[in-house]
């Protein structure tokens, strides 16, 4: 029995046992170490969503972030070309998405102003108190910058993610583009109200 219990110990307690057995026949008893062994865990990783998916084309999404971020230099917009530098300018302005209305897109109509209709150089925005108003129109697409003096006389446009309508006239004054090809959507726009009396009638 203690021969067993020996092999179990370590040497040098069982040579300390040894002699504590020869002096007064001690069994040393065996000493068990306990060991834990982890079962192995498996380690599941979420499933990366898939790359490479399209944003989404709605206007309620895209377009929202084009009216609050704008161009990613928007600088570009607010610096005038040399012939617009002694403009004085209110602090009121519009930006965001352009569309285009009037001739020869859509036929000509009225507009809220009283005195213009859609055939004129003109553009629109959502606000009534800044009719025939004069702005700065700057129009920025395809990394180029372009600008005239406008102003307003209607309301809108009627879409409300978009910010400036700009009649068919003024694509062609401001652009020399005609407004068939108008990149609707794709043409960022900003109108800074100009210090001043209104357009005279």
């Keep these: 029995m203690s021969e067993t219990i020996f092999r179990k110990v370590n040497p040098d307690v069982r040579r300390r046992a040894a002699v504590l057995g020869a002096a007064g026949s001690i069994a040393v008893p065996a000493v068990a170490v306990a060991t834990t062994v982890e079962p192995k865990r498996e ?3 979420a499933q990366a969503p ?9 206007p309620s999404t895209n377009s929202l972030a084009w009216q609050t971020k704008g161009p990613k230099h928007p600088d570009k917009l ?3 070309l040399p012939r617009y530098s002694n403009l004085s300018f209110t602090g009121y302005e519009v930006k965001g998405q ?4 009037g001739p020869p897109t859509d036929g000509v109509g009225p507009t809220a102003d009283q005195r213009s ?4 150089a003109c553009i629109a925005i959502r606000n009534d108190s800044t009719l ?8 920025l697409y395809n990394h180029r ?20 309508d700009v009649t068919g006239a003024e694509v062609k004054q401001v652009l020399h ?13 900003i109108a800074q109200e100009i210090r001043g009396p209104k357009v005279q009638p």
Excluded: E
Aim: charged residues 20%.
């Design 43 to 45: 380690v599941r990783h």
């Design 132 to 139: 025939d108003h004069k702005f700065l129109l700057t129009i």
């Design 50 to 58: 898939a790359t490479g998916t399209l944003p989404s084309s709605s």
């Design 117 to 120: 209709n859609t055939g004129d």
């Design 78 to 80: 607010l610096k005038k």
């Design 145 to 164: 910058k372009y600008q005239d003096i406008t102003y307003q006389c209607d309301y809108g446009p009627g879409i409300t993610w978009r910010a400036i």
């Design 177 to 189: 583009m005609d407004a068939n090809n108008y990149p609707t959507d794709h043409a960022y726009g």
């Design 98 to 101: 352009t569309s285009t209305f």
